[in-house]
């Protein structure tokens, strides 16, 4: 099907939240030809973790992790997305800064440019207001992508109406250094492996070396530091892919060292070859944060450390004795629906099916994965609104794959306890299995690292490829992009 641009005698679509899968959701509605009214609560009142009004501002990371579209699957997610013209990578890009094979950006930068964007769209308006209830049935087509930080009334409203127990779990911030405040004669600039990515160099990183005892000193400080309570909070569970560096090493000494802290594929240049030093016990990450490069954040050091201890603690590493932090970390509550149970695969609640979901709301986690949700939810928006039958992405997409995970590919534990869906992040473990393609070139099946290569090509080659078909024969909600281009 073809959507052509329409005139804004259209009754509007109503989008609660601006976050990156509202204004991505906004975006793809409006540029289908539907006017879209956005609701954004701050402006009016802030949340725990924002500190501007600004659409699309980014609360934690500023990465966008891997742009690698042949061996990773959030560069497909990326691919994806920019096939489909979304505003959020394009945006991006045009904002990105060095940060070895990941795709990171001037957090400033790109949630300005966004917002202007979805400002300067005559089909997009935007009410800054704050929405405590479910909206009344005069909105025939509403997108709720409040995000994790959904308003308390609004989000009891929502429990009331789907009757399932809301989820949530904790989601703390990394804290964000001035770069000029970084004792470079202990520092060095290295990515992983001198791996280069997009705008970057391959020495994207500053590093900060810790030898075997200073590690050990770090992970008792870490572990006896004093931290955030967590009050009424009590009980809520964390999400894996963001963990405080208090609550990994509370699993083990090694855990931080074999995560954020891994040192492999650094070399310490202040050493020469083979000495002591040369090669650290564990190393502290910091990727930049903004255009100018004043500002850089610590990869991976979400916590929930009180603002002090993190002074105190931080300053005891190795070329951060005199850090100045722009922002300490923080700590904060994601809410989330069970939404296999709770939505249907357009993604609308099965409650009440003019309300659609989108973003980390829904169960997926990470900035892409949020923003893609809000891709599929705005043309599914606009497609009802404009008549059309929509077509979902096919599975074999991750953006597909995606979807079928929130929707219904999750599957339930048969116990007494709370629902066992959690958020996740894009991965190939969603996509459906390619395994018997996976055989060398005289026939005989691939094993070990070859295989695990090969297996990722061809999971992005035929989700490639499955995309172009979906939207050669879709054209699903006005593609900006040509086929042929992508």
Not at 93 to 114: I, M, N, Y
Not at 231 to 239: A, C, I, L, V
Request: overall charge negative.
């Amino acid at each position: 099907m073809h959507i052509c641009l329409m005139t804004s005698s259209l009754k509007p679509i109503h989008i609660i939240g601006g976050g990156l899968a509202g204004s991505e959701a906004a975006w793809q509605a409006a540029r289908a030809g539907v006017p879209v009214i956005l609701h954004e609560m701050r402006g009016v009142r802030g949340t725990e973790a924002h500190q501007t009004d600004g659409l699309a501002e980014l609360v934690c990371s500023n990465s966008f992790r891997s742009d690698d579209s042949e061996q990773n699957a959030v560069g497909q997610i990326h691919w994806e997305m920019r096939a489909m013209g979304s505003l959020i990578m394009s945006t991006a890009d045009a904002h990105q800064v060095p940060a070895g094979g990941a795709l990171a950006v001037d957090r400033e930068g790109f949630s300005t440019a966004v917002t202007s964007s979805i400002t300067a769209h005559p089909l997009v308006h935007i009410v800054r207001e704050e929405l405590e209830d479910i909206p009344s049935i005069d909105w025939d087509n509403v997108i709720i992508s409040t995000g994790p930080l959904t308003s308390s009334g609004l989000a009891a409203a929502i429990g009331r109406l789907t009757g399932e127990r809301e989820l949530a779990f904790f989601d703390a911030i990394a804290p964000i250094v001035y770069r000029d405040s970084i004792d470079m004669s202990k520092a060095w600039f290295q990515s992983r492996y001198d791996k280069a990515g997009p705008g970057g160099s391959g020495a994207d990183y500053i590093n900060c070396p810790l030898s075997r005892e200073q590690y050990g000193a770090f992970i008792d400080a870490v572990l006896a530091g004093e931290k955030t309570g967590f009050k009424d909070w009590e009980g809520t569970p964390y999400f894996d892919g963001c963990l405080p560096i208090e609550v990994m090493a509370e699993r083990g000494r090694e855990t931080l060292r074999h995560g954020p802290l891994k040192p492999f594929g650094l070399t310490n240049p202040h050493f020469p070859p083979g000495e002591p030093g040369n090669k650290a016990y564990a190393v502290i990450q910091l990727r930049q944060d903004n255009a100018l490069g004043t500002l850089y954040n610590m990869v991976g050091f979400q916590t929930k450390l009180k603002h002090a201890e993190q002074v105190r603690i931080f300053r005891s590493i190795p070329g951060l004795e005199s850090a100045d932090f722009a922002r300490l970390g923080g700590l904060h509550r994601n809410t989330f629906l069970n939404s296999p149970r709770v939505l249907d695969p357009l993604l609308r609640l099965k409650a009440d099916q003019r309300l659609r979901f989108a973003g980390q709301i829904t169960g997926c986690e990470g900035y892409v994965e949020s923003a893609a949700v809000g891709l599929i939810a705005g043309r599914l928006a606009a497609a009802e609104r404009l008549g059309l039958a929509p077509v979902l992405p096919p599975v074999e997409t991750a953006i597909g794959a995606l979807l079928n995970h929130i929707t219904g590919g999750h599957v339930e534990t048969i116990d007494a306890g709370p629902p066992s869906f959690q958020p996740m992040n894009i991965n190939f473990g969603l996509f459906p299995p390619i395994e018997d393609l996976l055989m060398s070139a005289d026939g005989k099946k691939l094993r070990g690292p070859e295989k695990g290569v090969a297996r990722k090509r061809l999971l992005t080659a035929r989700a490639k490829a499955a995309l172009r078909a979906w939207l050669s024969a879709n054209h699903f909600a006005n593609p900006i992009r040509s086929v042929d281009n992508i």
